[in-house]
């Protein structure tokens, strides 16, 4: 079987569209702009992404998932 792979472009603002689409987190989301532009560093890009597909598979709005998270805040504020 394939696995899914998304890429270019991809920031934490696509996590929920592509849970919803495939009702799985089986892929590969290379992201590495969304993680590497992140405003606080690498480090907190990764968080952000965590957090957003934590959220995604929770059927969390990203944004309301953002009030309690500060990285995850900062890339939506970052990635619009």
């Known amino acids: 079987a ?3 792979v998304f ?3 991809q ?3 696509q996590a929920a569209g592509t849970y919803a689409a495939l009702g799985s987190a089986d892929l590969i989301h290379a992201a590495g702009g969304g993680i590497l532009a992140h405003p606080g ?3 907190a890009g990764v968080e952000a992404f965590r957090e ?3 959220a ?9 998932r953002a009030k309690t998270n500060t990285a995850l805040a ?7």
């Open 52 to 54: 957003a597909w934590a």
């Open 74 to 80: 900062a890339a939506l504020a970052a990635y619009g």
């Open 7 to 9: 890429s270019s472009g």
């Open 41 to 43: 560093g690498v480090s």
């Open 11 to 13: 920031t934490v603002r």
């Open 2 to 4: 394939a696995m899914p």
């Open 56 to 64: 995604a598979m929770a059927g969390i709005p990203v944004e309301e």
